[in-house]
């Protein structure tokens, strides 16, 4: 192939594919650090003092923790309830949050859980969550190949494949089979 082509064809697929590696590089980032921060969702906990008559008597019904409820700086919709020990009740909100009320005395801990809204739906991607996602995800790899072999073919003589660019190649190479096999 001419170095021409080779640069037309590494060009064009660069730039359409270029939106999708950003895509990925962003939510790839956030994946590889799972353990460090949930990518996904934010979690925010509050302990306030709800207002009310404490110790409550008997078993907590809708009303009741209702009143609690309208307390919470966030508009929060509630789906169950459960008894935590003798003095406890967790409340459960649509999307995961939950609200933690020790009846003897008020005291309570809100747990506010929020879609972190671009980073969720960029990681959603990484999960091929549909058919045809799976799809564009398999033209997108081939592309890469691409790209990549039209990238190292563009240059000749010791900047390309047979000179520093080897060597860079190779380099690249080891990298990742360094970390399969000492890991």
């Given at each position: 192939m001419n170095k021409k082509l080779l640069r037309d064809i590494h060009r064009e697929l660069s730039f359409f594919f270029a939106g999708v590696i950003f895509i990925y590089a962003i939510s790839g980032i956030c994946l590889n650090h799972k353990r460090d921060f949930n990518p996904d969702i934010?979690?925010?906990?509050?302990?306030?003092?709800?207002e009310g008559t404490f110790p409550a008597e008997g078993e907590p019904d809708k009303d009741m923790l209702h009143s609690y409820?309208?307390?919470?700086?966030?508009?929060?919709?509630?789906?169950?309830?459960?008894?935590?020990?003798?003095?406890g009740v967790k409340v459960?909100?649509?999307?995961?949050?939950?609200l933690d009320i020790n009846l003897s005395d008020g005291t309570a801990v809100y747990e506010k859980v929020r879609k972190r809204a671009v980073l969720a739906d960029f990681n959603k991607l990484h999960?091929?969550?549909?058919?045809?996602?799976?799809w564009f995800s398999d033209i997108f790899a081939v592309c890469l190949v691409i790209i990549t072999v039209t990238g190292l073919f563009m240059l000749k003589g010791k900047r390309g494949l047979w000179?520093?660019?080897?060597?860079?190649?190779?380099?690249?190479?080891?990298?990742?089979?360094?970390?399969l096999f000492l890991l």
């Open positions: 934010s979690i925010h906990r509050y302990d306030m003092v709800l409820i309208s307390q919470l700086s966030s508009k929060e919709t509630y789906t169950r309830h459960a008894r935590t020990g003798e003095s459960f909100f649509k999307g995961g949050s939950s999960y091929n969550p549909s058919r045809w996602w799976t000179g520093r660019g080897g060597i860079e190649f190779i380099a690249g190479l080891l990298v990742p089979l360094i970390f």
